[in-house]
């Protein structure tokens, strides 16, 4: 079995979504767009999600890159190639 | 005697369920009549979930389907629920992508919702036979780093990723291509045709 951490973000608006894809491409951080999950609440149907370990570096980047309106970052895993959406926000 | 169904002019899933009827019944010899070639695929799909052996013909007023057989011994597969009786048989569809770019609008959103499109169906159990890129579509296999992926991903599941070789050679990509077969329209027509659903966005 293949487990791997991720953190998937949320956002306001789906300008939001891909100013923040912009930002992150040119700060070299590798994300996945996906519909955001259903066990998440948001305003916004496009959600991203990237290794657990470029949660930090993202939260910088991401931090006074958008519109303003919040950005929310989620646990999650993968198992086995299948998103895996955790409870609890991530720190 | 075979005893005879007359399921003509019933909808699904009336033939089906009527098939199935007379295999809870144990009969092991039996013909269904139906009048379109979809319920001869349905209880096609019943006879084998089931351990019979079906043989249909075509009659005057539609198709006969013979079942014979029917025990523990020669069943395989999964039994069929009738929710699922009417459906295509799974993968037995195929997805065709014309473009880049889902809709008609914002190009970027279009083509994330291109991506997110793929993810839901790679994520999801029921995978097409194949995936079609057509015009522009093609870019989704050359340059696009998410559904290169996720394409890899479903041809990995058992979808072929046919990717128009007429396009590839209109946009200089032939050589960048990173996943799929290149094709050509005969091939691409042939698999539209066989397909029982195509769903085109």
Redesign the interface.
């Known amino acids: 079995v293949n487990v791997a951490d991720v953190s998937i973000i949320t956002f306001a608006s789906?300008h939001a979504?891909?100013e923040a894809?912009r930002i992150l491409t040119d700060g070299h951080i590798v994300y996945?767009?996906?519909?955001t999950p259903v066990e998440v609440s948001s305003d916004c149907g496009?959600a991203l999600y990237i290794a657990r370990e470029d949660t930090g570096a993202s939260r910088k980047l991401l931090a006074g890159g958008t519109d303003g309106s919040p950005v929310t970052f989620h646990s999650g895993y993968l198992h086995d190639?299948?998103?895996v959406v955790a409870d609890s926000p991530a720190r | 005697m075979a005893t005879t169904i007359d399921a003509k002019g019933k909808a699904c899933p009336i033939p089906f369920m009527l098939a199935k009827k007379q295999i809870d019944e144990g009969n092991t010899n039996f013909i269904v009549e139906v009048d379109n070639s979809p319920a001869v695929e349905n209880l096609k799909r019943l006879a084998k979930s089931q351990g019979y052996l079906a043989q249909a013909d075509s009659t005057s007023g539609g198709f006969s389907v013979r079942f014979t057989g029917g025990n523990d011994a020669g069943r395989h597969g999964d039994e069929v629920p009738i929710s699922t009786a009417c459906s295509p048989a799974a993968g037995d569809w195929v997805v065709f992508l014309g473009k880049d770019h889902v809709g008609e609008g914002d190009a970027?959103?279009g083509r994330?919702l291109a991506?997110?499109f793929l993810?839901?169906l790679?994520?999801g159990a029921d995978i097409p036979s194949a995936v079609i890129l057509m015009n522009n579509g093609v870019l989704l296999a050359v340059e696009d780093e998410?559904t290169i992926a996720t394409l890899t991903?479903l041809r990995g599941k058992g979808s072929e990723i046919l990717v128009c070789g007429t396009c590839l050679n209109h946009y200089g990509l032939t050589e960048r291509v990173k996943v799929g077969t290149v094709s050509n329209m005969y091939d691409i027509t042939q698999r539209i045709l066989a397909a029982r659903k195509m769903v085109s966005l």
Request: proline share 4%; net charge positive.
């Open positions: 789906t979504a891909m894809q996945t767009v996906i519909p496009i190639g299948r998103l | 970027a959103l994330n991506r997110m993810y839901t790679d994520q998410q991903s």
